[in-house]
């Protein structure tokens, strides 16, 4: 199911709403989807081991919570939260400006051809396997493979899209 950036995020409440929800691809609608978005984001940190395996327990709990409450949109939400806690970390680790990208300004070509320049990729860290922010990253692969793989998860999923998908 494609996410629906259309719809009107800032007064549609999810949890009253299932229906409108589209799980999209990967991290898609993460800090649009209200109220679960309120809900996750005050506990989602990366910054260090301790503050990302604290935040991934949490927001996995939260997941549970979901879960046992039978709110597929939470479940999934919780799940792109702990995605995103990997691959910020993952971004991190491999450059810890957060630039994957050297800045570049617009050359006589761009403004030629009016096609963008060639980003040049800026070099990963000589520790990205090893830094804080690598292990930040496991810490919440973790959590997300089990939400993932979790069968309860997958089987809501099916049935939310059999239900709602177009």
């Known amino acids: 199911m494609a996410f629906d950036y259309e719809l009107d995020f800032q007064s549609t409440d999810f949890r009253q709403h299932p229906e409108l929800y589209r799980v999209g691809i990967g991290e898609q609608g993460v800090l649009l989807v209200q109220p679960y978005k309120s809900e996750i984001l005050p ?5 260090t081991v301790a503050e990302a395996q604290a935040s991934a327990e949490k927001i996995y709990e939260l997941f549970l919570a979901y879960k046992r409450a ?26 810890p400006s957060g630039r994957k990208y050297k800045p570049v300004s617009p050359s006589e070509h ?20 090893t830094n804080e922010k690598a292990e930040a990253a496991r810490i919440f692969y973790g959590f997300y493979q089990r939400a993932k793989d979790d069968p309860d998860y997958q089987a809501l999923s099916r049935e939310h899209a059999a239900r709602y998908g177009k």
């Open 43 to 47: 506990h989602w940190r990366f910054k």
């Open 70 to 95: 039978g709110e597929f949109v939470g479940m999934d939400m919780a799940r792109k939260f702990l995605q995103m806690g990997y691959t910020r970390a993952r971004r991190y680790a491999n450059h």
């Open 110 to 129: 761009e403004e030629e051809t009016g096609q963008k320049a060639r980003r040049e990729v800026l070099p990963q860290a000589e520790d990205w396997a």
